[in-house]
């Protein structure tokens, strides 16, 4: 059966009068959410006190959820857990690789990265010493930089500026055939795209699900270890709940059993219940049907504003094999006019130092939120509405 996507819809608590193109920043509400996060407040930790990590099963969370976003992703059941921030395990999975890789000392990645991505990476060369070094070539140069002085490969597979998409499968083939290991990145590609980390052959994959997932500010990031590595890998961050036996509160680390071993500290119960409420959306998701729909969402929007606004250069791929499931425009007052655009409530961002981003999230976006949001963005355009002195003052967040 096609995926009903009106129904999906109706599943968010989305504002009046908002179209809402910035769910790859910050996923809306789903409704079910606030009944779970108030169950698990007021039933589970407010009844249950301390019980509640037995009773409630507050401690298979992690893996219990990962299970849920490895279908999304094309992974192996029982080959994702959830925890800490993005940032923290794009670190767990490059110290892992390069621990798995001894005799070479490059991480290569790409300028189109998002920065933490590589900010993680220089400073886990510079703890390591200073043979260690990050590598960063333009996004379209990546294939012809994969040589064997590489130790592993870290991308994100759709870029947060321009929404280009990186061919996973083939990349990661030519890594392993100079002897690298690769990283792959879905923050813009989980829950967007039709992701296969199994059939693309990561080593490793990490994500937030505070975008495309949905899980609320703050939401926990995933890691996925592939299979063939899930017994050998060695977590850098060794914490007490990757340990073999977390409870013989041993002096000694041994790593817990496959994916169990890239936990780290105590899970973040009440949003893992957000997390967990969230995903329900997905179960009747066909993820083909999800990139069908993304498609032709965003072929629409390319084409309604290049027809009604000549100064606005797309900055994503026409090809929409390669692209993700976010369409970016170049402006020089591309600021400004995403204030303008935010003013009548089309709520896109802006990121520096001239690209309009436009998110577009099959689960609630519809085709009438694209032909509003081009009309708007239209006479914004046409009639300079965006040349006021409001909207050139930057907030701290853009
Ligand atoms: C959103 C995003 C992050 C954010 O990392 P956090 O640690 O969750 O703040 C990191 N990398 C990429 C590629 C992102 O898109």
């Known amino acids: 059966m096609p995926t009903d996507f009106s129904a999906t819809r109706a599943m968010f608590d989305l504002p009046e009068g908002v179209i809402y193109l910035d769910g790859n920043s910050?996923?809306?509400?789903?409704?079910?959410?606030?009944?779970?996060?108030?169950?698990?407040?007021?039933?589970e930790w407010g009844q249950m006190l301390?019980?509640?990590?037995?009773k409630a099963g507050w401690m298979e969370l992690p893996t219990r959820i990962g299970d849920r976003i490895a279908r999304l992703i094309g992974a192996e059941a029982g080959h994702v857990v959830m925890g800490d921030t993005l940032s923290i395990k794009v670190y767990q999975a490059l110290a892992s690789s390069l621990e798995m890789n001894p005799k070479r000392r490059v991480i290569l990645s790409d300028t189109g990265n998002f920065p933490s991505d590589l900010y993680m990476a220089e400073g886990l060369c510079?703890?390591?010493?200073?043979?260690?070094?990050?590598?960063?070539?333009?996004?379209?140069?990546?294939?012809?930089?994969?040589?064997?002085?590489?130790?592993?490969?870290?991308?994100?597979?759709?870029?947060?500026?321009?929404?280009?998409?990186?061919?996973?499968?083939?990349?990661t083939a030519k890594a392993h055939e100079v002897g690298a290991l690769a990283i792959w990145d879905l923050a813009h590609s989980a829950g967007a795209t039709d992701v296969k980390v199994a059939e693309g052959g990561a080593d490793f994959a990490v994500g937030c699900s505070y975008k495309y997932l949905n899980s609320g500010p703050g939401g926990p990031a995933f890691i996925y270890v592939a299979p063939r590595h899930?017994?050998?890998?060695?977590?850098?961050?060794?914490?007490?709940?990757?340990?073999?036996?977390?409870?013989?509160?041993?002096?000694?680390?041994?790593?817990?059993?496959?994916?169990?071993?890239?936990?780290?500290?105590?899970?973040?119960?009440?949003?893992?219940?957000?997390?967990?409420?969230?995903?329900?959306?997905?179960?009747?998701?066909e993820i083909a049907d999800l990139r069908a729909r993304s498609i032709e969402l965003c072929e629409a929007f390319i084409a309604g504003v290049e027809a009604t606004c000549p100064t606005l250069e797309l900055a994503t791929?026409?090809?929409?094999?390669?692209?993700?499931?976010?369409?970016?425009?170049?402006?020089?007052?591309?600021?400004?006019?995403?204030?303008?655009?935010?003013?009548r409530g089309v709520i896109g961002d802006f990121r520096a130092p001239d690209i309009l981003r436009f998110g577009f999230t099959p689960l609630y976006t519809a085709f009438e939120d694209v032909e509003g949001a081009v009309k708007?963005?239209?006479?914004?355009?046409?009639?300079?509405e965006w040349d006021r002195p409001e909207f050139k003052t930057r907030a701290k967040v853009t």
């Open 26 to 43: 910050l996923g809306p509400l789903p409704r079910a959410v606030p009944a779970r996060l108030q169950q698990a407040a007021t039933a």
């Open 50 to 54: 301390i019980t509640g990590w037995n």
């Open 126 to 171: 510079r703890t390591l010493g200073p043979e260690y070094s990050l590598k960063t070539v333009a996004p379209e140069d990546v294939a012809a930089a994969i040589d064997d002085t590489v130790a592993v490969l870290m991308l994100t597979e759709v870029d947060y500026r321009t929404g280009r998409r990186h061919d996973m499968p083939a990349l």
């Open 230 to 285: 899930a017994e050998t890998v060695r977590p850098a961050l060794s914490g007490w709940l990757g340990h073999e036996k977390p409870f013989a509160f041993d002096l000694d680390y041994r790593p817990g059993s496959g994916i169990e071993r890239m936990r780290v500290g105590t899970p973040p119960v009440l949003q893992l219940a957000a997390l967990d409420a969230a995903l329900d959306v997905w179960d009747g998701v």
């Open 317 to 343: 791929p026409r090809d929409a094999s390669q692209r993700g499931s976010q369409v970016s425009f170049r402006h020089p007052e591309g600021y400004a006019i995403m204030q303008a655009l935010i003013a």
């Open 376 to 384: 708007i963005l239209a006479e914004i355009m046409a009639t300079a």
